[in-house]
């Protein structure tokens, strides 16, 4: 793999080895508060130690090849689709919540990854994440009985 | 001989219309739940127990079966065609398959599992049929110590899946193991790395994962670089049929895969992830094309999905010989057995013969079944990928979004969908393989818990490792593995200086 | 707390001493929410499930819907049913021994003293079991092992601190040896640690008796006993009792109502399940999957669960998995 500045210090690889490093860290000190150990053999302990110690290795190699500036290189991002998409999520998780129900939540999801993937017909696609909502909806409440989160929308179709 | 009249006896049962009407609704039905992540055919056959509760033993149990292998078609369907595996055992067919997918060759994709999964599906169920007594003998003897060093060669195969650097390999690797940490302790009983969230004590779901870091984690990656490069996908690029290359890259990889999921499928706590691991790594190393994976190859589809088939069918020897519910699906079959007062085990073959074998005739009928309707199919499946990008995204996310709330519906369950997601993004992003954190996710609690039991059951002697003659062969072959591929390089080296 | 709950009791003791006569004349139920704290196809489950489709084919509920809130040997469960159906009169919740270890070692804040007792619907009974070529041969011959040294003598069974678990170490109580030096290997799923039994493995396996049952009649397995009363052991189905070891445990199954709510509420609760152990629909369930009635109620059952969460928590501390 050729890289055209191997001199430079790659920041966004630090800044991973340090999030290994945290991890690794994390994961110790997880470990020192368990209270319980096994009568015979191995103990809950060890497992963990040996992921830390690992992390700990791995965030180093990692430190060095940032250092190396060895890190592939990488293209210009959009911050928009990803916010959009991540904002979908986090409204069906908030709809699921606050009980604002399973179809609107699909809808809503459907409606902004379309949107992230630079559709500009926001309304038609809140309308069809309704339609596919309503038909999931109906496929797995009804058919299977698997309890789906239950909005206003679904206690009038329940009724 | 005896085994074949009794077997013949079955299919003419299996084959009654009403029971192939049952096996028809089974595998439509596990077909359908299989393309859900997180919904698998144990739910469904949960789902269905109250409902199937009327009809008769016999049918309600050709259904099972249907679900059962239906279950595994669907999964590796979705696996396919948009990267999101229905369930933890079709990730590696994910790896090479939606590769295949985006290069227009969905179709060859699609065709090579559904036969592999056929003739995978066909000859597992033929060892079913005539091995399971002999099998499940040896099953048994596999004790925590063997266990354990099953996983030390399933580690040591991993790094196939770890692209051309190793720290980074590692790395994700080790990610995995951590997420493996969180839950309970399942030999202490303690919580480790849960941070006081109850919904986290039951460990991190391997379908959440995988789907958070395959499916979500590419949609946020296209979408972000959409400005750059436009992905256009063309359903189908050159043949919609398998060619002839296809099937000679094909069928040894069937084969190969076959003798990897039966096998460790029959083992009580075998699993199908790992014989489709090893079968990929297997194909990886054997095949004549190595420049080709990671770019979508044809083994890399055949051989995994041959071995999660067989696995399904190996499942099977351990609860029809000794009543054993090695998997989840496994349990729920028992208790749809139980429903009707049948208890699988060593005497269900003895009192009630024409049920055992009209299962695993219905077995082939299912498998039949699921071959006929799948292959036709195979042009509508690939119609799904000329589906305008910002709909297909939107519809898988759906979809991902949709299994995890079936299946667990909390927030806290969601939340990690998302946060894996955005981790899936950022490999993508820095180059890191994600097939590795899925992989220590599965293999770390198992490798843990069955090294812990061995130790527990020698007093914390390690010996019992090399004692054992299976572990000590195993370990063996780990070793082999580990060195090889060094050894092998330090000869070429050699042989280069010597021109 | 206590206070609240002696009030509860007196006010249960009055509903089933009413219940007992009113039978027919309060009328049928529209609606019952049940949860399952448990994934579809586990035991709660199954016994959510069952009593969805007894109460509605015998018409004691017109309509009867099942959730499902998996997660933590049912803490995750329960903490949802005390939080959110406060004052509910039409939601139950399954539970079962299982959730009573789970709750401690989880150290979940949601305890069964703030939900409501209805009645225990099922209960298996333990078994020991050893390969079927081992050289134990009954309950005396275990527990001089067990006595001799705990630690070669490693146990098969589910979960840390499940019912498995608790009955192992009861048993090295019960033959005077220390219970927290028990080898006791836990294993996911029943399907695991019988192959570990089968395969010799290890020394003895624990586990309700219907794990055990097809093999132990097709010989592979010997039963060593059962956790049954004194008794009430037979040729087949030796009690350990019987054999002197003092040993009695039952991994039952049980239904609870939300915190808060009346003596009404409650009382029609009571009453429907009443009718629904004694209807034909529920008894027929009970045989096709090999339950035993365990029903009990009211006042009884309110004592007795309780009385149970005090021994669990007695017998985890002593084993080491909760500290007190």
């Keep these: ?159 | 001989m005896e085994s074949f009249f009794a077997l013949a006896h079955g299919v003419t049962v299996a084959l009654q219309p009403m029971n192939l009407l049952f096996a028809l609704v089974g595998v439509l039905l596990g077909t359908a739940v299989g393309v859900l992540p997180g919904i698998g055919p144990a739910l469904t056959v949960a789902l269905l127990l109250p409902i199937t509760f009327k009809l008769d033993p016999g049918g309600s149990i050709i259904m099972f079966a249907g679900i059962y292998y239906g279950g595994m078609y669907g999964g590796s369907t979705t696996a396919i065609l948009i990267n999101t595996p229905g369930e933890s055992a079709s990730m590696a067919t994910a790896l090479e398959g939606n590769k295949m997918a985006k290069a227009g060759r969905g179709g060859p994709a699609l065709a090579t599992s559904a036969i592999g999964s056929f003739v995978a599906g066909t000859i597992a169920t033929l060892g079913l049929a005539f091995l399971a007594p002999t099998l499940v003998e040896l099953a048994v003897q596999f004790g925590p110590e063997d266990y354990f060093a099953l996983m030390c060669v399933a580690f040591v195969t991993v790094s196939a899946t770890f692209g051309d650097s190793p720290v980074r390999g590692l790395t994700s690797l080790f990610v995995g193991l951590a997420l493996g940490l969180v839950g309970i302790d399942k030999l202490t009983g303690q919580a480790r790395l849960t941070f006081g969230v109850p919904e986290l004590l039951d460990g991190v779901e391997v379908t959440t994962l995988a789907v958070g870091l395959f499916a979500v984690g590419e949609a946020l990656y296209v979408a972000s670089r959409r400005h750059i490069q436009e992905e256009v996908l063309e359903p189908v690029r050159g043949s919609l049929w398998m060619t002839k290359e296809d099937w000679k890259r094909s069928w040894k990889p069937w084969l190969r895969g076959t003798l990897f999921g039966f096998p460790i499928g029959a083992l009580p706590a075998g699993g199908a992830e790992i014989p489709t691991f090893l079968s990929y790594s297997a194909e990886k190393r054997l095949t004549k094309y190595p420049e080709e994976f990671g770019k979508g190859a044809i083994e890399g589809v055949a051989g995994p999905e041959a071995a999660n088939n067989a696995s399904a069918a190996g499942t099977l020897v351990p609860l029809l010989a000794l009543g054993l519910p090695t998997s989840a699906t496994a349990a729920m079959m028992l208790a749809g057995f139980q429903q009707y007062g049948l208890n699988p085990g060593p005497l269900l073959f003895a009192e009630r013969p024409e049920l055992v074998w009209g299962l695993i005739a219905s077995l082939f009928i299912a498998n039949t079944m699921l071959l006929v309707l799948n292959l036709p199919l195979v042009g509508l499946w690939v119609k799904l990928l000329a589906i305008p990008q910002p709909w297909l995204y939107a519809g898988i996310l759906v979809f991902a979004t949709m299994g995890t709330i079936a299946a667990k519906p909390s927030v806290v369950e969601l939340t990690m969908l998302g946060v894996f997601g955005v981790l899936g993004f950022l490999m993508r992003r820095f180059d890191y393989p994600i097939a590795p954190v899925v992989v220590g996710l599965i293999l770390g609690p198992i490798a843990e818990a069955q090294l812990r039991r061995a130790l527990s059951i020698s007093l914390g002697d390690p010996m019992i490792l090399l004692q054992s003659p299976i572990s000590a062969t195993l370990l063996g072959i780990a070793v082999i593995a580990l060195i090889l591929p060094f050894m092998l390089k330090g000869l070429n080296r050699f042989k280069m200086q010597e021109d | 707390m206590s206070h609240y709950r002696k009030g509860l009791w007196r006010g249960m003791l009055a509903a089933a001493a009413v219940a007992g006569f009113v039978t027919t004349a309060s009328a049928q139920m529209a609606e019952l929410k049940i949860m399952a704290p448990a994934a579809p196809g586990g035991g709660w489950d199954q016994t959510a499930r069952s009593m969805q489709q007894a109460l509605t084919q015998s018409g004691l509920v017109k309509s009867v819907q099942v959730t499902n809130v998996p997660g933590a040997g049912g803490s995750i469960g329960i903490a949802q049913f005390v939080n959110g159906a406060k004052g509910a009169g039409d939601q139950l919740m399954v539970m079962g021994y299982v959730m009573v270890g789970a709750l401690l070692t989880n150290k979940s804040p949601v305890t069964l003293d703030q939900t409501t007792p209805i009645a225990r619907l099922t209960g298996e009974y333990e078994a020991i079991v050893v390969p079927a070529n081992s050289p134990i041969k009954n309950a005396k011959d275990l527990a001089a092992a067990v006595k001799a040294d705990p630690a070669k003598v490693t146990w098969a069974g589910g979960s840390a601190g499940g019912v498995d678990h608790i009955a192992a170490a009861l048993f090295a109580k019960a033959v005077g040896a220390d219970p927290t030096k028990i080898n006791y290997i836990p294993f996911s799923g029943g399907g695991e640690s019988l192959a570990a039994i089968l395969g010799g493995k290890v020394t003895a396996g624990i586990a309700g008796y219907g794990e055990f049952e097809s093999q132990i009649k097709a010989g592979k397995l010997r039963l060593i006993g059962l956790t049954t009363p004194a008794g009430k052991g037979t040729a087949e189905m030796p009690s350990l009792k019987d054999q002197g070891v003092d040993l009695e445990i039952a991994n039952w199954r049980a239904v609870v109502a939300p915190p808060g709510i009346t003596a009404e509420q409650k009382k029609a609760l009571s009453d429907t399940i009443d009718k629904l152990v004694k209807s034909k629909e529920w008894q027929e369930i009970l045989q096709q999957k090999g339950w035993d009635d365990a029903y009990q109620s009211g006042d009884a059952f309110a004592k007795f669960l309780t009385d149970d969460q005090v021994r669990t928590k007695e017998v985890l501390t002593s084993v080491g998995l909760v500290k007190s």
């Design chain 1, 1 to 159: 793999m050729t890289t055209p500045n191997p001199r430079r210090v790659d920041k966004p690889g630090l800044l991973i080895a340090l999030a290994l490093l945290v991890l690794a860290g994390l994961i110790w000190q997880d470990m020192s508060s368990l209270q319980l150990s096994s009568v015979y053999g191995l103990g809950p302990k060890a497992m963990p130690m040996v992921v830390s110690i690992g992390l700990a290795i791995l965030a180093v190699g990692n430190a060095v090849s940032a250092f190396r500036g060895e890190l592939p290189e990488r293209e210009s991002l959009r911050w928009t689709p990803i916010l959009l998409i991540i904002g979908g999520l986090a409204l069906l998780i908030a709809f699921v919540e606050f009980n604002v129900g399973f179809i609107p939540a699909t809808a809503v999801l459907f409606a902004c990854t379309s949107a992230a993937f630079g559709r500009r017909a926001f309304i038609i696609d809140l309308v069809i994440g309704l339609v596919a909502g309503l038909v999931i909806y109906l496929l797995f409440a009804k058919l299977l009985t698997l309890s789906l989160p239950m909005g206003p929308l679904e206690r009038l179709i329940g009724a």
